[in-house]
């Protein structure tokens, strides 16, 4: 079943409106009709069962049929701060974390970030093609919202950030001897925030930093994982061990 997301003034008490450029794709592309049956999403973790009703230049009309709570949300919010990578591993990043289920994306630039964004417009511009990518990834995966995109940050807001967190996960290649698991044993907290290094890794100083402020520096075993790869293994570790996948 086809899905689609829409923002919640589109909801109505009997019937959904679809715009903007899912109608095109739902014409054009799918050639979706009259009575054939989709799925929609509010963006806050509420699922519509809806026959199409009328089909127009610029909406679509949808009759609601069942309405339930999103089952593609984890139980934890998952923050990724990702140290910003080259190229465009950053559109893997945000599509396989968005798949894995994690709330939030924070690009950062470390000390060793190769990559460096300083015009507000390309910013703006990355983000947007992150959005529509974490937009995609959400409709495959049956999420109940779309992952939001930070803006970038400096590693000296992101500290400031983490001074009120509970809990902050930070695989590095340096440690040996503690793991996510050994972190998680006692942990009670319903968010947990990952912090990912950039291709050139951190800084020893940008890691003790970290441990000032009681981040929880881990190994991720002895094998060294790319920045694309290690945060959506380490987000799949937090959440089998919370209790969220591979779990019935």
Not at 55 to 65: G, H, P, S, Y
Request: aromatic share 6%; with cysteine; charged share 30%.
């Amino acid at each position: 079943m086809h899905r689609f997301f829409v923002e919640i003034e589109n909801i109505k008490e009997d019937y959904i409106e679809i715009n903007d450029e899912d109608v095109k794709h739902i014409k054009n592309v799918l050639r979706l009709e009259v009575g054939d049956t989709i799925s929609i999403c509010d963006k806050q973790e509420t699922d519509y069962i809806c026959n199409i009703s009328e089909i127009n230049k610029n909406n679509i009309t949808c009759m609601v049929i069942d309405k339930f709570k999103s089952k593609g949300e984890p139980p934890i919010d998952i923050v990724l701060y990702q140290g910003l990578p080259k190229s465009d591993k950053m559109e893997l990043i945000v599509q396989k974390s968005t798949e894995l289920g994690v709330k939030k994306i924070v690009p950062v630039m470390t000390n060793r970030t190769i990559v460096k964004i300083q015009d507000r417009k390309k910013e703006d511009k990355k983000l947007e093609r992150w959005t529509r990518i974490a937009e995609e990834a959400s409709k495959q995966s049956k999420r109940g919202m779309i992952p939001e995109i930070s803006n970038i940050v400096t590693f000296k807001e992101m500290l400031d950030i983490f001074k009120g967190e509970e809990t902050v996960i930070v695989p590095y290649e340096s440690e040996e001897n503690i793991g996510i698991k050994q972190v998680l044993k006692n942990c009670n907290s319903k968010k947990i925030n990952i912090l990912i290094g950039p291709e050139g890794g951190f800084e020893d100083e940008e890691i003790e930093s970290l441990k000032s402020i009681n981040c929880n520096i881990v190994t991720l075993g002895p094998r060294i994982l790319r920045t694309e790869t290690a945060g959506f293994t380490t987000s799949a570790i937090v959440l089998y061990e919370l209790g969220d996948l591979g779990v019935i």
